[in-house]
């Protein structure tokens, strides 16, 4: 499909993104590691977690009181191979930094190493996280909790959140093996974009209290939101698609992420109290990094990680198919076409864009502008 949305400089769109940040009161340093970890998932194409949620997850979140700019950072317990963090309700993605830095600088020394952190926020791309450790020559696994919106097998009440598990590989390719996606059929910011684009979401994703699908995208968001509405684990409705896999999944990321850190689960982090006024979230993470060196060695487990990925691209293709792709391909596909391009800007966040820089009085000329 022909991109018709103005591309914006990558470097502009940072830039830009860290003053706003620290207009709100993240410190610099801080906003550096939030700009780069939003932009990280338009570079691979993931539009749901980049510049659209820039103003409503984090800006607006922070300007409601649900989200702390400022990132208190606790260690709760450390081991050599562990930790448990408190983020304060800061920044997550500061907080997840940290983190990862930590884990890191472990496995280097002792083979693995693994973190949970509570009471933090939206941690952007979980990818992200699993691709620091990648970067070091080792495996990223993570996962997190999130306000309540997908129904268990059965059900049609919103009691967990769609939950990503995520994996990021070495491979002696051009890419990593990177396993980034929810446990449920679709997530909320794939829906919130829907409703940005002005389409439908597909039907078959989302249940409403009385087992229907639904497709309206602004409907569906609102509905949830009054608990009037739930997405499906991965495999959809029942049984009989596998729909109890993904339900299964979808639970074990949250009890990882709430159990390894003794934090809160499902309905107490819908960010809603009693009387409908907003509260923290309180959400959970979870962090493993693994470094092959100490199985086979790096190169030995890199080399047969790529010839797996080759030999799957490499086989039967159904009638009709184009080619076969490996977890990580497509977006590196999409780093390939974007990087001397910039970022694709659509017209809604361009009139936020242009709204922030205005109200916050910053010196900011946008191509889209012209």
């Not at 997405?231 to 639970?251: A, D, I, N, S």
């Not at 107490?268 to 990094?289: A, K, M, Q, T, W």
């Amino acid at each position: 499909m022909t991109e018709t949305r103005p591309y914006v400089d990558w470097k502009l769109v940072n830039d830009f993104m860290i003053d706003v940040f620290e207009a709100y009161g993240v410190p610099r340093e801080d906003a550096a590691i939030c700009a780069d970890v939003l932009l990280e998932s338009d570079r691979r194409g993931i539009e749901s977690h980049g510049c659209n949620r820039f103003k409503p997850i984090y800006l607006d979140r922070i300007k409601l009181g649900t989200l702390k700019p400022v990132t208190q950072i606790e260690i709760l317990k450390e081991t050599p191979t562990t930790v448990v963090m408190d983020a304060h309700d800061g920044m997550g993605m500061v907080a997840s930094h940290k983190m990862m830095t930590m884990l890191i600088e472990k496995a280097k020394t002792y083979g693995m190493a693994g973190g949970a952190i509570m009471n933090s926020t939206h941690y952007g791309i979980a990818g992200y996280w699993t691709g620091m450790a990648e970067k070091a020559g080792m495996i990223g696994i993570s996962g997190t909790n999130a306000r309540p919106s997908v129904a268990p097998t059965f059900g049609v009440e919103p009691m967990m959140g769609t939950n990503p598990l995520t994996w990021t590989i070495p491979t002696d390719e051009d890419f990593p093996f990177n396993f980034d996606c929810a446990t449920s059929t679709i997530q909320n910011g794939k829906i919130e974009f829907y409703e940005r684009m002005g389409k439908e979401t597909p039907a078959g994703l989302v249940v409403n209290r009385k087992g229907e699908t639904m497709t309206d995208s602004g409907k569906i968001l609102k509905d949830m939101r009054k608990g009037q509405a739930a997405l499906l684990p991965l495999g959809g409705l029942g049984e009989e698609t596998g729909g109890y896999k993904g339900y299964g999944f979808t639970t074990i990321v949250e009890i990882m992420s709430a159990a390894l850190c003794g934090g809160p689960f499902m309905k107490d982090l819908n960010g809603v109290n009693e009387d409908g006024s907003p509260r923290l979230y309180h959400l959970g993470h979870f962090f493993i990094v693994i470094n092959p060196e100490f199985f086979m060695g790096l190169d030995t487990f890199k080399k047969t990680a790529g010839d797996i990925c080759r030999a799957l691209r490499a086989s039967a293709k159904a009638p009709g198919a184009d080619r076969i792709y490996t977890a990580g391909e497509k977006e590196h596909e999409a780093w390939l076409d974007r990087k001397d391009k910039g970022v694709p800007v659509g017209e809604s966040i361009q009139k936020e864009f242009i709204q922030l820089r205005d109200e916050l009085g910053l010196d900011y000329h946008f191509p889209f502008e012209d």
